[in-house]
Protein backbone atom coordinates (compact mmCIF):
# COMPACT_ATOMS: atom_id res chain seq x y z
CA UNK A 1 0.00 0.00 0.00
CA UNK A 2 3.19 2.28 0.40
CA UNK A 3 6.19 2.01 -1.96
CA UNK A 4 9.42 2.65 -0.69
CA UNK A 5 11.86 3.79 -3.72
CA UNK A 6 15.23 4.37 -2.67
CA UNK A 7 18.30 5.83 -5.11
CA UNK A 8 21.58 7.03 -5.29
CA UNK A 9 23.93 4.11 -4.29
CA UNK A 10 26.87 3.16 -5.99
CA UNK A 11 30.62 2.19 -6.00
CA UNK A 12 33.03 5.06 -4.49
CA UNK A 13 36.20 5.51 -3.24
CA UNK A 14 37.57 4.98 0.43
CA UNK A 15 36.57 9.10 1.59
CA UNK A 16 34.12 9.81 -0.56
CA UNK A 17 30.68 10.66 -0.29
CA UNK A 18 27.24 9.49 -1.35
CA UNK A 19 23.73 10.84 -0.96
CA UNK A 20 20.79 8.57 -0.68
CA UNK A 21 17.03 9.36 -1.17
CA UNK A 22 13.61 7.51 -0.41
CA UNK A 23 11.02 8.59 -1.70
CA UNK A 24 7.51 7.23 -0.52
CA UNK A 25 4.24 7.15 -2.29
CA UNK A 26 0.56 5.46 -2.04
CA UNK A 27 -2.77 5.48 -3.73
CA UNK A 28 -3.77 6.01 -0.38
CA UNK A 29 -4.28 8.76 1.93
CA UNK A 30 -1.11 8.09 4.73
CA UNK A 31 0.64 9.86 7.32
CA UNK A 32 4.25 9.11 7.98
CA UNK A 33 6.31 8.73 11.43
CA UNK A 34 10.11 7.47 12.29
CA UNK A 35 11.93 7.16 9.00
CA UNK A 36 14.99 4.95 8.98
CA UNK A 37 17.91 3.33 6.86
CA UNK A 38 19.21 0.51 7.74
CA UNK A 39 22.19 -1.37 6.11
CA UNK A 40 23.30 -5.05 5.87
CA UNK A 41 26.51 -6.46 4.91
CA UNK A 42 27.34 -9.95 3.11
CA UNK A 43 27.01 -12.53 6.31
CA UNK A 44 25.48 -10.08 8.93
CA UNK A 45 22.56 -8.85 10.70
CA UNK A 46 20.56 -6.02 9.44
CA UNK A 47 21.49 -3.26 11.50
CA UNK A 48 19.93 0.79 11.94
CA UNK A 49 22.31 2.97 10.57
CA UNK A 50 19.46 6.30 11.65
CA UNK A 51 16.80 7.16 11.97
CA UNK A 52 14.32 10.38 12.17
CA UNK A 53 11.39 11.21 14.12
CA UNK A 54 8.38 13.48 12.42
CA UNK A 55 9.79 16.30 14.24
CA UNK A 56 13.34 15.75 12.93
CA UNK A 57 14.92 14.12 16.17
CA UNK A 58 17.77 11.85 14.89
CA UNK A 59 19.31 8.87 16.23
CA UNK A 60 23.14 7.18 14.64
CA UNK A 61 24.92 4.01 14.79
CA UNK A 62 28.09 4.95 16.77
CA UNK A 63 29.97 3.65 13.71
CA UNK A 64 28.72 6.16 11.51
CA UNK A 65 28.22 9.19 14.02
CA UNK A 66 29.58 12.43 12.49
CA UNK A 67 30.15 11.30 9.06
CA UNK A 68 26.30 10.31 8.29
CA UNK A 69 23.39 12.68 8.28
CA UNK A 70 19.76 12.00 8.14
CA UNK A 71 17.00 14.25 6.86
CA UNK A 72 13.83 14.58 5.95
CA UNK A 73 11.58 16.59 3.47
CA UNK A 74 7.90 15.79 4.80
CA UNK A 75 6.19 17.59 1.83
CA UNK A 76 7.77 15.38 -0.62
CA UNK A 77 7.73 12.28 1.57
CA UNK A 78 11.18 11.95 1.23
CA UNK A 79 13.80 10.64 3.65
CA UNK A 80 17.84 11.16 3.01
CA UNK A 81 21.58 9.88 3.74
CA UNK A 82 23.87 11.82 3.66
CA UNK A 83 27.02 9.97 3.76
CA UNK A 84 30.64 11.43 4.05
CA UNK A 85 34.03 10.06 4.49
CA UNK A 86 33.09 6.29 3.25
CA UNK A 87 34.74 3.58 4.46
CA UNK A 88 35.18 -0.21 2.80
CA UNK A 89 33.85 -1.60 6.18
CA UNK A 90 30.60 0.88 5.16
CA UNK A 91 29.59 -1.50 2.12
CA UNK A 92 26.12 -2.92 2.48
CA UNK A 93 22.85 -3.22 0.90
CA UNK A 94 21.28 0.28 2.16
CA UNK A 95 17.63 -0.19 3.28
CA UNK A 96 14.99 2.72 3.58
CA UNK A 97 12.09 2.23 6.16
CA UNK A 98 9.25 4.18 7.65
CA UNK A 99 6.08 3.94 9.82
CA UNK A 100 3.15 4.44 8.07
CA UNK A 101 -0.44 4.76 9.06
CA UNK A 102 -2.72 3.95 6.17
CA UNK A 103 -6.25 4.10 6.40
CA UNK A 104 -5.86 4.12 10.10
CA UNK A 105 -3.69 0.77 9.95
CA UNK A 106 -0.05 1.27 11.48
CA UNK A 107 2.93 -0.75 10.25
CA UNK A 108 6.32 -0.24 9.09
CA UNK A 109 7.28 -0.67 5.43
CA UNK A 110 10.18 -1.09 3.60
CA UNK A 111 12.59 -0.29 0.27
CA UNK A 112 14.02 -2.40 -1.99
CA UNK A 113 17.64 -1.86 -0.76
CA UNK A 114 20.22 -0.03 -2.70
CA UNK A 115 23.86 -0.94 -2.66
CA UNK A 116 27.03 0.71 -1.60
CA UNK A 117 30.05 -0.09 -2.49
CA UNK A 118 32.91 1.21 -0.91
CA UNK A 119 36.46 0.30 -2.40
CA UNK A 120 39.62 1.12 -0.47
Known amino acids: QVQLVESGGGLVQFGESLRLSCAASSRRTFSIYTMAWYRQAPGKQRELVADITRGGSTKYADSVKGRFTISRDNAKNTVYLQMNSLKPEDTAVYYC?????????????WGQGTQVTVSS
Open 97 to 109: SGEFTVSFNRRTY
